[in-house]
């Protein structure tokens, strides 16, 4: 256990923590241009980046993430910035900071760590310690400029999860990690939502908290999350899923979501053993301020099942979640007739 636990004393004050919403979409909507790194506005636009974490506070955000998301080496050098790793970090991290300081309560500071874009060793070229270098890099500029957990995301690949965790602690830094499970119920390498609990085992300091971010959409986030809480009710799990389901009109892409819907979202969350809730791609500022409202006003209620997360959010897009929600509801069929 990490000397700091920033999550779990908050955690202990309100019972669940409000994490915040997309970083990409709402800076695509405050004038980012397309296939522009948005870890550089750090220093060309610091005002957007802080106009971003302000929005989240005001929404009601416990956990603010830095706009660090693409700050590994790996992942700068496609914008000529991979001399610029620790400069970059610590700026995303200090203008989250500065956010937090005057917000009047806690906020917690989460060095958002993405993937590095690579394939580790034997699928790619990237080894194991270079990864764990990479990533040591960038959580070393997030912890200068004030950051309080690293907060790893999106990921697909075990070895990829391990290797940021390994050098969060190797900086001194708590941390999270979440996968993505957007191939049918898997992550894009095969890991499924029931096994990530395991992937940190034997490190010499545990995650804070574990889950899913990203994904298709929220009722099949919704059901990886069923599959966490149920192989692990004891752990503190972290649920941030897309504002509804990805749509193209014309060349940009639409969410579904509505505030209405992301608020029953927060309340499926909170009834299937979530201790963190936020969005991802397409969560606006309004979505969340929606999703405080409802969380405030929620008393915990029967867990639910996937046919409920089907009735009340929509249908699921993966095709294992499919096969899922079809066994499901024999079993409901099944628990009827009994």
Known sequence: MTATNPIHALLA????????GATGTNLFAMGLPAGEAPELLNETAPETIASLHQNFVDAGADIILTNSFGGTRHRL??????????????????????????????????????????LLVPLGALTYDDAVDAFAEQIEGLKAGGAEVA??????????????????????????YTGSFDTAGRTMMGLLP??????????????????????????????????????????????KGNCGIPEFRGSEIHYSGTPELMSDYVRLAVDAGAKIVGGCCGTSFAHLTAMRKALDAHTKAERP??????????????????????????????????
């Open 13 to 20: 004050e309100k019972g669940v923590l409000l994490a915040d």
């Open 151 to 176: 907060w790893i995301e999106t990921m697909s690949a075990p070895d990829e999860i391990r290797a940021a965790a390994e050098a969060a602690i190797r900086v001194g830094l708590p941390y999270t």
């Open 77 to 118: 050098k496609l914008h000529h910035a991979q001399e610029r790793v620790h400069e970059l970090n610590k700026r995303a991290a200090e203008i989250a900071r500065s956010v937090a300081d005057k917000a009047g309560r806690k906020v917690i500071v989460a060095g958002s760590v993405g993937p590095t874009g690579e």
């Open 194 to 239: 029931k096994d990530i609990h395991a992937v940190a085992d034997g490190l010499s300091q545990a995650p804070l908290g574990v889950g899913a971010n990203c994904g298709v959409g929220a009722s099949d986030i919704l059901a990886s999350l069923l599959d966490m809480t149920e192989a692990k009710p004891e752990a503190t799990v972290i649920v």
């Open 305 to 338: 099942t996937v046919a409920t997360i089907i009735e009340r959010i929509g249908p699921m897009r993966n095709k294992m979640a499919s096969a899922g929600e079809a066994g499901e509801g024999r079993r409901e069929r099944r628990r009827s007739r009994a």
